[in-house]
């Protein structure tokens, strides 16, 4: 259970979902054995959508881990579309190649390795989707990095805006204290940025969408 939804909810909601092919199965499979924390597949559908409504020809995904969204993401796209994609665990860089290789994909990702914070400001094109999904205590200068990187009438998405359910929440856990907090202020900033029109929507552990104005 999330903590965004009563347990009843998740579980209507879930008998509706169609079964996931063999890799992608595989990839859940993996990261729950393995506590790699990867997207909720709520979520990653929903930005499926948005990537079919919105028909980006860049995508830059701030947070690899093991190439979840990324496959994602990359499944979805069209023509010579593509998606960057950055992550500094060489753990999970690893492992994302290997399920990238699986996935037939390489033409449509490639993976950019190191620290988000040193890897954007060489980068020299922009963007007409940015999803960000990384350290917490990162958010706020990886915000400020993408609205330079993201064109005009771009989008951006943020995942785990509701955090557990523990950035509404009076009752936080003493090791969620510090990242709610980081949550909790960056949702003020991004539902404030002048440049973009945001909302956080209820969906997985809650996804900020932000089109740049």
Do not use: C
């Amino acid at each position: 259970m999330s903590g965004i939804l009563i347990l009843a909810q998740e579980e209507y909601i879930s008998s509706f979902r169609k079964e996931p092919d063999e890799l992608i199965k595989e990839m859940e499979e993996y990261a729950k054995e393995h506590n790699i924390p990867i997207l909720y597949w709520q979520s990653a559908e929903f930005i499926e959508h948005l990537v079919k409504i919105k028909d980006p020809k860049r995508v830059l995904e701030l947070g690899t881990a093991i190439g979840y969204t990324t496959i994602r993401i990359a499944r979805v796209l069209k023509g010579k579309s593509v998606i960057h994609t950055v992550e500094k665990s060489q753990d999970n860089i690893a492992l994302a190649k290997q399920f990238i290789s699986k996935s037939g994909m390489e033409n449509k990702i490639k993976l950019l390795e190191g620290e988000a914070v040193n890897v954007m400001p060489q980068l020299k094109k922009k963007y007409d989707l940015i999803f960000l999904d990384t350290d917490k205590e990162d958010y706020r200068r990886l915000l400020d990095y993408s609205l330079v990187l993201l064109k005009r009438g771009g989008m951006i998405v943020v995942d785990n805006l509701l955090w557990h359910g523990y950035a509404a929440s009076s009752s936080v856990p003493e090791k969620y204290k510090e990242s709610t907090q980081h949550i909790r202020k960056f949702n003020k900033i991004f539902m404030k940025q002048p440049n973009l029109k945001s909302s956080i929507i209820p969906v997985g552990d809650g996804l900020g969408i932000g089109i740049k104005e």
